[in-house]
T-cell receptor, first 111, second 112 residues
Framework: DAKTTQPPSMDCAEGRAANLPCNHS???????VYWYRQIHSQGPQYIIH???NNETNEMASLIITEDRKSSTLILPHATLRDTAVYYC????????????FGSGTRLQVQP | DVKVTQSSRYLVKRTGEKVFLECVQD?????MFWYRQDPGLGLRLIYF???????EKGDIPEGYSVSREKKERFSLILESASTNQTSMYLC???????????FGPGTRLLVL
């Protein structure tokens, strides 16, 4: 898996957009960008993934730069329930391999 | 909506007890995983099942066994619980043609 770099922590005001960056400068052509989050004491939750086009679902948007060396997860209207650790992962389809998380970004949504 | 459930959120057991953790998914996924998560150590794979009755050891299988008799159900068994098995246990499932894993809520196990 390509290495990813995320800021250790970020704050965001409730109701504002949260923009979480991820650098993955060594990404390969067949590797996808995945985002998961983990709310305290809960299991990780899949958010979104993409290859090179921007993606949007009911939870978030994923913006991937044209050179694919970085991406941004956008939570358009952050709520207190979005306070969590967010993990950016880059990997190709692996078959049976386990998922591993780096240290992620701890997002604190402030009231 | 995808759903992975685990039999307990919190469990307290005594050293030497046999412990069963059960995971059920309703997405007809072939692949299921058991992980444990500890502070500073991240996610570590205990066992993986790629189909009914099929299993592979993960990175830390010692002290654990698994059972997959039905596609939707994957059980983790601690044959004789020890204090170093106190942890958060996470089950996940995945379609065999997709990379995305869907996790259950986790079971926080305390072994006294």
């Amino acid at each position: 898996d390509a290495k990813t770099t995320q800021p250790p922590s970020m704050d965001c005001a409730e109701g504002r957009a949260a923009n979480l960056p991820c650098n993955h400068s060594t990404i390969s052509g067949n590797e996808y960008v995945y985002w998961y989050r983990q709310i305290h004491s809960q299991g990780p939750q899949y958010i979104i993934h993409g290859l090179k086009n921007n993606e949007t679902n009911e939870m978030a948007s994923l913006i991937i730069t044209e050179d694919r060396k970085s991406s941004t997860l956008i939570l358009p209207h952050a709520t207190l329930r979005d306070t969590a650790v967010y993990y950016c992962i880059v990997r190709a389809f692996t078959g049976r391999r386990a998922l591993t998380f780096g240290s992620g970004t701890r997002l604190q949504v402030q009231p | 909506d995808v759903k992975v459930t685990q039999s307990s959120r919190y469990l307290v057991k005594r050293t030497g007890e046999k412990v069963f953790l059960e995971c059920v998914q309703d997405m007809d996924h072939e692949n299921m995983f058991w992980y444990r998560q500890d502070p500073g150590l991240g996610l570590r794979l205990i066992y993986f099942s790629y189909d009914v009755k099929m299993k592979e050891k993960g990175d830390i299988p010692e002290g654990y066994s698994v059972s997959r008799e039905k596609k939707e159900r994957f059980s983790l068994i601690l044959e004789s619980a020890s204090t170093n098995q106190t942890s958060m246990y996470l089950c996940a499932s995945r379609d065999r043609y997709q990379e995305t894993q869907y996790f259950g809520p986790g079971t926080r196990l305390l072994v006294l």
